[in-house]
């Protein structure tokens, strides 16, 4: 009989090494802390990330303890680490996997606050976020419509997976303590698609369920379910709705996954290199649309006059965010921000405002949802055409002209699988609101580009400190 999926997870990830990471691994990890990194002076300044900060200053401070990125007070890891997810995941700057999770903000600050606690170097740091983001995008994969249908945010429901496993490397766990960090994560993680506030701290309380498990499966006294995700009271069967892998709704796939392929290639392939970088703050899908119609409308020289109707061609499910459920419902925080007002804001305006970048609409728009401009555009010349199975986060873009002619463009998700080199050029339109500016942002790409070199992670709070 073959091993469970715990258990394969849990024996890989504790004897996984530094030198087992291909180069293209380490170089995107660095992105991914990078990504994360950037994004907490931005959310610092923010009324959520203000309110975590004091939150966990007042209920969890603790001298020497783990620090809160930016503000530079201590508190215990888990309040560190709720603060430290906060404040990045405020700023609306972060990573995408399979369009509903958001490693990163839940990730990051897991290996950074147990890093600093237990003394781990920073290529320590780079082998358990490897361990985490692999074991995250492998187990969701598949899983994630089916996730979301269930009424479950598939982010923190993952996150909080992938936190456990992250800061069980950190912490040295040997193989029995990862299957049972494995299981205690898999009874705390939550987060409902309620369309309330309450989403605003899921991947908070991802990191800190997450850092959580990992310390209480070090603690030795809980044994963990040897079948956590797969068993048939387990994590699928509660999370996605099904043990067997029969899923009730997929992104264009089968219906009917092999459990098998969770793992299949563990160690020799890694799916976080497929992860993207999230530049707008709105769904990944609505990333490649907006890029895609600016470099058009550019390459052919068309102003907006010009355009008679721009269609879009999305895959089907991107069409039905968050969740076929909950799609358009009226307390969504989403609604209203379909694809065709952010393909209205290329078209209109030339492009979108990145986290902390340039307005392209005049200053007298104070709310481009309500611009004349923009709403008549949406109205008038803009068709989304959900396509059963079309490639996810690879819209396809014609451009029809007033005059009879029409362009057609596509943009492949793989443009958006950047390098470590490709998001630092990327990053530099965050610059004009980013605190400390270009000389700050300097001081952090140097630390993460040398975190494998690093003896602790305390340069790397430096490079951040307020």
């Excluded at 809160?68 to 997810?85: H, K, P, Q």
């Excluded at 990163?104 to 890093?115: D, F, K």
């Excluded at 969740?323 to 007002?341: C, I, N």
């Excluded at 209205?344 to 200053?363: I, L, T």
Aim: glycine share 10%; hydrophobic share 45%.
């Amino acid at each position: 009989m073959a091993d469970s999926i715990s258990r394969q997870f849990a024996r890989w990830a504790a004897n996984l090494k530094y030198e087992d990471l291909p180069p293209a691994v380490v170089d995107k990890v660095k992105a991914l802390a990078l990504m994360a990194l950037t994004s907490a002076p931005l959310g610092s300044v923010t009324a959520r990330g203000k309110a975590a900060v004091q939150l966990a200053k007042a209920e969890e401070a603790r001298p020497g303890g783990a620090t809160i990125l930016v503000d530079g007070a201590s508190a215990t890891r888990l309040g560190a680490a709720f603060a430290n997810a906060e404040v990045m995941w405020a700023s609306g700057l972060i990573d995408s996997y399979r369009m509903l999770t958001h490693p990163g903000p839940a990730l990051i600050p897991a290996a950074l606050v147990n890093a600093e606690m237990d003394g781990k170097s920073g290529k320590d740091v780079i082998v358990a976020l490897a361990a985490g983001y692999e074991f995250l995008t492998r187990l969701c994969d598949d899983f994630i419509p089916a996730t979301a249908a269930q009424g479950f945010r598939p982010g923190p429901i993952y996150a909080t997976m992938g936190a456990a496993m992250t800061s069980a490397k950190v912490l040295g766990l040997d193989e029995e303590s990862f299957v049972s960090a494995i299981d205690i994560a898999a009874n705390m993680a939550g987060g409902l698609l309620t369309g309330g506030g309450a989403s605003a701290i899921h991947e908070p309380n991802a990191a800190r369920q997450g850092v959580a498990a990992a310390l209480l499966a070090r603690r030795g006294d809980l044994k963990g379910s040897e079948t956590a995700i797969e068993g048939p009271s387990g994590f699928y069967a509660t999370f996605a709705g099904t043990s067997k892998g029969n899923v009730a709704i997929a992104f264009g796939g089968p219906m009917d996954i092999d459990l098998a392929t969770v793992t299949e290639g563990l160690g020799r392939t890694y799916k976080l290199l497929t992860i993207m970088f999230r530049m707008y703050p709105t769904a990944g899908y609505n990333q490649p649309v907006i890029d895609l119609i600016v470099e058009m409308m550019q390459a052919q020289g068309l102003k907006t006059a010009d355009l008679d109707m721009v269609e879009v061609s999305m895959n089907y499910i991107e069409n039905l965010y968050p969740s076929p459920e909950a799609f358009g419902r009226a307390d969504s925080r989403h609604a209203g921000e379909g694809s065709k007002f952010y393909a209205a804001n290329a078209a209109v305006y030339g492009g979108y405002p990145v986290v902390g970048g340039k307005a392209f609409a005049p200053a007298s728009v104070t709310d481009l949802q309500k611009d004349p401009a923009i709403v008549d555009f949406i109205a008038n010349h803009t068709k989304i055409i959900p396509v059963w199975g079309h490639p996810m986060f690879s819209p396809s873009v014609t451009l029809k002209v007033k005059d009879g002619r029409a362009f057609f463009g596509h943009y492949p998700y793989q443009r958006m699988e950047w390098t470590m080199d490709q998001l630092v050029a990327r990053l530099d339109e965050c610059m004009p609101g980013y605190p400390g500016g270009k000389a700050a942002f300097a001081k952090l790409v140097a630390a993460v580009r040398g975190m494998d070199g690093l003896a602790s992670v305390a340069p790397i709070y430096a490079a951040l400190k307020g």
